[in-house]
């Protein structure tokens, strides 16, 4: 049996928190304490990281930060809940971070919430930090550990040489070599799979116990909820396939969408949508299919 592996968030800002709050914040000064505990009286998510910390500045405060696979319309709000509740639990003021891994369109990424009901407003502004803007090196050169498994998204950071050292640094500390799985999963975005298993461990049943492939599988169960029973459900896996085809392969795989949304069997739309994770080519999806 595989050895389950600790791939969480809190895990990789743990791996060096320091480093982590000065890149989200900009204050080089800052030191880290403890990585606090995020279960409010309403809400508790796996993604979401509150780390206390202190600069001569600013004094004491805390770091909310919030991994976000794909960005959806909800976070502000969510960002604006999140804020609210870590500083009423703890009595600080709060530094919001928004962090989005995969790109999912053009449109911009708002920074900030508002609202104004009958002339009462409420605004909750937050840090925005897309990984597809951030230049691979900082990985590197900061050091940044929490951001190796996240390389193959990375600006500069798709080919395959880049990768290689991204694994080798991974394989040469035991704190990071769990990770593999992780760098695994997003290199498959950027490289062909029969590549990715060739150069490292692939390891599908670790990966699935992770927080990102879990919400790949929950965005379509989500959906689905939103609109109504099986029907809705059909609907939003459909829709969460849809996503992950152009995020995966572009418009070459958006093509194979005229074959997928005539399928209705929700067991066979959950396996299409856990091969697109794996599969090499478009070829190798149309054989699924």
Do not use: C
Not at 25 to 42: A, C, H, K, M, R
Not at 171 to 192: I, K, M, P, S
Not at 223 to 250: D, H, M, N, Q, Y
């Amino acid at each position: 049996m595989n050895k389950a592996a600790d791939i969480s968030t809190k895990k990789l800002i743990s791996l060096a928190p320091n480093n982590w709050a000065k890149w989200v914040t900009g204050i080089p000064d800052i030191v880290t304490g403890e990585i606090l505990n995020t279960e409010f009286q309403w809400i508790s998510r796996q993604s979401d990281v509150v780390i206390q910390a202190e600069s001569p500045q600013y004094g004491k405060f805390l770091i909310l930060n919030e991994l976000q696979l794909r960005y959806t319309s909800e976070m502000p709000r969510r960002m604006r809940a999140y804020a609210a509740l870590a500083e009423e639990k703890y009595k600080l003021q709060t530094y919001p971070v928004l962090i989005n891994i995969l790109k999912i369109s053009n449109s911009e990424i708002p920074t900030s919430f508002a609202s104004n009901f009958i002339g009462l407003r409420a605004i909750q502004d937050y840090r925005v930090i897309n990984l597809w803007e951030v230049d691979v090196n900082i990985a590197f050169e900061t050091p940044l550990p929490s951001l190796l498994p996240f390389v193959p998204i990375l600006k500069g950071g798709e080919n395959e040489s880049t990768i290689r050292e991204a694994l080798r640094m991974l394989r040469a500390d035991q704190q990071l070599n769990q990770l593999e799985t992780v760098l695994a999963f997003f290199a498959t975005f950027v490289l062909e799979s029969a590549l990715v298993q060739e150069i490292m461990r692939w390891d599908m049943t670790v990966l699935r116990e992770s927080p990102w492939y879990q919400e790949i599988l929950r965005e379509g169960q989500a959906r689905g909820e939103a609109e109504g029973e099986a029907r809705g459900e059909v609907r939003g896996i459909i829709s969460s396939i849809e996503t992950s085809l152009e995020a995966k392969f572009g418009s070459d795989g958006l093509e194979l969408m005229s074959q997928i949304s005539q399928i209705s069997d929700l067991e066979q739309l959950k396996e299409i949508l856990r091969r697109i994770v794996v599969a090499n080519t478009i070829q190798d999806l149309r054989n699924v299919l």
